[in-house]
T-cell receptor, first 107, second 123 residues
Framework: DIQMTQSPSSLSASVRDRVTITCRAS??????LGWYQQKPGKAPKRLIY???SLQSGVPSRFSGSGSGTEFTLTISSLQPEDFATYYC?????????FGQGTMVEIK | QLQLQESGPGLVKSSETLSLTCIVS??????????WDWIRQPPGKGPEWIGS???????YYNPSLQSRVTISVDTSKNQFSLKLSSVTVADTAVYFC???????????????WGQGTLATVSS
């Protein structure tokens, strides 16, 4: 199985802060990675696909980068509605595997 | 627009079989554009991929659950199902059905989720 190591596990930030979340894969997954946002009681919502492509309808303050084994999700200016938990998911090979999640909290 | 809706009993006894169904609307399950997936999320934890099925019946399972999992598809009812046998309290989770894309630039990605249903295993 491909292990996805996500960091940090949680962070506290203020509105308008720049936030960066990282996922590291245990082996090369090319760009077969997505980033998801999850709010309590809801299903995850995809923000980024193919490591760096913005999902339709997602604000441009979200961006993704990376390939191979190192990936980053950046929120350029944190908004109140962005406080949530974020997960990466690799789909390069079965079984699909998620990162452990990053909870973004209000400072 | 494709919509997915999970259904099934919310409470299952330990050692019994958990059975859930995902009803697909807004599109046909006989589609080459998707695999049909199950994903679960224990309370307070991250999601875990369970497995997927193509409309033809081809399946892929997570090795960690493979001995207990069966995913099937019913094309006449436009739905697919999950059976998880010999459940324990560790199988308590929100279970989501989802689609996995087969499109070239998004192959294998999970791109659409149902709202999820909580299944509790009682001891």
């Amino acid at each position: 199985d491909i292990q996805m190591t996500q960091s940090p596990s949680s962070l506290s930030a203020s509105v308008r802060d720049r936030v960066t979340i990282t996922c590291r894969a245990s082996q090369d997954i090319r760009n077969d990675l997505g980033w998801y946002q999850q709010k309590p009681g809801k299903a995850p919502k995809r923000l980024i696909y193919a490591a760096s492509s913005l999902q339709s309808g997602v604000p441009s303050r979200f961006s993704g980068s990376g390939s191979g084994t190192e990936f980053t999700l950046t929120i350029s200016s944190l908004q109140p509605e962005d406080f949530a938990t974020y997960y990466c998911l690799q789909h390069n090979s079965y079984p699909l595997t998620f990162g452990q999640g990053t909870m973004v909290e209000i400072k | 627009q494709l919509q997915l809706q999970e259904s099934g009993p919310g409470l299952v006894k330990s050692s019994e079989t958990l059975s859930l169904t995902c009803i697909v609307s807004g599109g046909s399950i006989i589609s080459s554009s998707y695999y049909w997936d199950w994903i679960r999320q224990p309370p307070g934890k991250g999601p875990e991929w369970i497995g997927s099925i193509f409309y033809s019946g081809i399946t892929y399972y997570n090795p960690s659950l493979q001995s207990r999992v069966t995913i099937s598809v019913d094309t006449s009812k436009n739905q697919f199902s999950l059976k998880l046998s010999s459940v324990t309290v560790a199988d308590t989770a929100v279970y989501f059905c989802a689609t996995q894309s087969t499109l070239d630039d998004d192959y294998g990605a999970i791109d659409n989720w149902g709202q999820g249903t909580l299944a509790t295993v009682s001891s």
